[in-house]
């Protein structure tokens, strides 16, 4: 039988084929497009970064990181250089994350200063760097308690705005920070009041205290450092919050500007019993014995009207072993709306020759008393918490010895637990403006990096 025509076609188109084939050279199989990867980016977010030598909790910084023509998981951040490694090592950072966004933590050995290098490494073998300016301050004592809230370091007078969070004043300038009082670092949240108050320079903040949403602010009264009188120190003052923790908001309520004329006119007219027209003169610095500073300030048993002023100096009488004073404001809501003050019975405590450096007020109307030296800026003298119950005529009763090895000076009580639980917890915060915290001579109000500028926070326990 002969084949079908179709047949032979699909034999010969077959074997032509085939002859083609074999005639053809060989040529090489052409390889895959080479991935094309750009140069990595790492960005920090804080170039400068404060620790502490045995600190729990110490602040963080974020890396973020990219790559084109990469997947972030697929780069890698590590510590590739440090400038003192007796400070810190590149073993003591710790970067956590596998997105892009990663945690660096960096654990200190030794106070002082050094120069982290933090590396990306991307695919391709490609890298960058950013540097990290890293400080460390000493080992303080009772470590495990303290905290350390950043970005200024002249605390001065705090109070609870709710779930562990707290407000807090500075005495070098005229904001308020809300910080996470469980935490290390940057405030949450900040005002500035200085356009609020119409003020030029600080208000020197000294006490604050809360009665509801209301918080009551004073400033020192007293003249400054070289015995100058600076009108913006005369100032009470008031701030609405709303809000609690970390949703706390601020706004400006009213202010007064003339508290420190009426204490010294009522004083005059009672035969200068405490001396505040000599102490206000001309030349009259405000840390002396025989001063004019106010530091505390707290509402007096069932009032939220009568105030009492807590006077770091004077003293009385004015020497060494005299009694701390507190005067009563009685009408304190109007002196913060610029009304002349009226004055109560002063009240003068038995305090073992320390004066108020703070009071607080619990909602049982029992008081832990903040007590130090009138002349102390640091912890060159001794601190202590009294316990009162707010009634003139009854002493204070000493609670606790702070230590006094560390840095800063004790400056403010957060507030007051119930004094008839045993084991209450007593917050308390420093003023650490004055202390070399890093080792080279600068105080710590005169760095040039917020971030390194810093106070400290303690938990004690009340037996």
Do not use: C
């Not at 654990?107 to 490609?126: F, M, R, S």
């Not at 400006?252 to 003169?281: I, K, P, S």
């Amino acid at each position: 039988m002969r084949p079908h025509p179709s047949s032979l076609r699909t034999v010969w188109a077959a074997a032509a084929l085939a002859l083609v084939s074999a005639a053809a050279p060989l040529l090489p199989a052409r390889p895959a497009a080479a991935a094309s990867y750009g140069t990595p980016t790492i960005k920090l977010s804080a170039g400068y970064l404060s620790g502490a030598v045995g600190a729990s909790g110490d602040p963080v910084v974020t890396a973020t990181v990219a790559q084109s023509g990469a997947s972030v998981s697929d780069l890698t951040v590590a510590a590739s250089k440090t400038s003192k490694s007796s400070v810190a090592g590149t073993g003591d950072v710790q970067v956590t994350g596998t997105g892009g966004t990663r945690t660096v933590a960096v654990t200190a050995h030794a106070q002082g200063y050094t120069d982290l290098t933090l590396k990306v490494t991307g695919l391709g073998g490609k890298t960058a760097t950013a540097t990290l300016h890293y400080a460390a301050s000493p080992s303080v004592q009772r470590s495990a308690d303290a905290r350390y809230p950043t970005g200024a370091s002249d605390a001065s007078a705090a109070v609870d705005a709710g779930d562990g969070y707290l407000l807090v004043a500075n005495d070098e300038d005229n904001t308020l920070r809300l910080y996470d009082g469980s935490a290390s670092g940057a405030p949450v949240k900040s005002w500035d009041l200085g356009d609020a108050l119409g003020a030029d320079k600080e208000v020197d903040i000294e006490g604050g205290t809360r009665v509801g949403n209301t918080v009551y602010w004073t400033g020192s009264l007293g003249n400054n450092k070289d015995g100058e009188y600076k009108p913006d120190r005369n100032t009470v003052f008031t701030t609405t919050l709303s809000g609690s923790g970390a949703a706390t908001s601020v706004t400006f309520g009213t202010a007064g500007h003339r508290l420190r004329d009426d204490l010294v006119a009522w004083d005059r007219a009672n035969g200068n019993r405490y001396g505040f027209a000599a102490a206000t003169a001309d030349g009259q610095t405000p840390k002396q014995v025989d001063g004019l500073n106010v530091e505390g300030l707290e509402f007096a048993p069932g009032s939220t009207t009568t105030a009492y002023l807590g006077f770091r100096a004077p003293l009385v009488p004015p020497q060494e072993g005299g009694r701390a004073l507190l005067v009563p404001v009685t009408n304190l809501d109007q002196v913060a709306r610029g009304t002349k003050a009226a004055f109560g019975t002063p009240v003068e405590l038995d305090l073992g020759g320390l004066s108020v450096r703070d009071l607080r007020r619990n909602d049982q109307g029992q008081y832990l008393i903040l007590a130090g030296s009138w002349a102390a800026e640091d912890n060159s003298a001794p601190y202590a918490l009294y316990r009162w119950d707010g009634v003139a005529g009854h002493q204070p009763v000493k609670a606790l010895d702070l230590p006094t090895a560390d840095a800063g000076g004790w400056e403010s009580i957060v507030s007051t637990p119930d004094l008839s639980v045993p084991g209450g917890r007593v917050q308390l915060i420093t003023d650490d403006g004055s202390a070399d915290l890093y080792g080279d001579g600068t105080a710590a109000k005169d760095l040039s990096h917020p971030e390194w500028q810093k106070s400290r926070t303690t938990w004690f326990t009340l037996n």
